[in-house]
């Protein structure tokens, strides 16, 4: 909205600050923050107030989460209000990239916020039907990779392809792949596959938060150099119009990441609950593919892939040979069993989360 502000630049000189992608997102961060520290109190109050005994906790899991017992849920709320909120200030409306993410966060929040609804009023730790979970969220990320692939203006010196159904490769210049409409395919995994990563990894008080304001964070930037043509060009990396936008809806995330990082710090005020965590995975995938960088995400999120990763192998390990490769899975809990305090869990993933953040982004140059 401020975006249309600059427009005044010619008799205001100072209102040209609203052109840069750069200032908007750091009023979308500051913003996000200031809106999630204003109302995030209300809401865990409604929370606690509506929820009762608060978010079920797992039978299985480790005994010291039984003391959680009673933290209210749907914590994602709050990130979604900041997101949002931010995103339609600072933001270039005009943008169908924007309003593609926006409604994929929203899109894959309410899904999670009806799990948590089931969840805390069944008392129990099951939602409702994984098959119809997914399903609904394939719906959505089908439609919204539609929509990319029909208004994408993606290009490249490099390659004579077209770039609105094209697979990059990381490390390689002129490495392309036209999936055609199977992108369509392709994109929707990658959209579903990243919520629910996201999903598995909130398991530990600020476990989940920080690495997705990293991955948001680096995001940011492959997004701003992917929508400059002279950051592209000197890159040597595809160009795709408007993704400079999706910085901001980024900035927005850190923004309203740190806001609820001061509630979910241990001892939690509240949890993010399914309601963010798929919001927020479905958000970094919808970026990714709107970028053209759906197998860095894999790198710089290479801790939710870690996260996924071991729950297949446990699953398909105990059905296969009746044994558990990991003593509980996902893999934050098989260290908790191995001794590692909480706090000790969630900082080291906290520096994991770096490094594959740093590994991601070291893939614009080494081409």
Known sequence: MLHYLSEFGDIIPLLNVFRYITFRSGGALATAALIVFLFGPSIIRAMRMRQGKGQPIRADGPATHFKKAGTPTMGGLMILVGIVGATLLWANLSSPLVWTVLLVTLGFGAIGFYDDYLKVSKSSDKGFSGRMRLLLEFIIAGVAVTVIMMTSQASSELTGVDMSSALTFPFFKALVLDLG?????????VLVAAGNAVNL??????????????????????????????????LQIHFVLGTGELAIICGAVIGAGLGFLWFNAPPAAIFMGDTGSLAMGGMLGTIAVATKHEIVLAIIGGLFVMEAASVIIQVASFKMTGKRVFKMAPIHHHFEQLGWTESQVVIRFWIISIAFALMGLATLKLR
């Open 181 to 189: 409409l199977f992108f369509i395919v392709f994109g929707a995994f």
């Open 201 to 234: 990894t909130d398991g530990l008080d600020g476990l989940a938060i920080v690495p997705v304001m990293i991955a948001a964070g680096a995001f940011g930037i492959i997004a701003y150099l992917v929508g400059n043509k002279v950051f592209a060009d000197y």
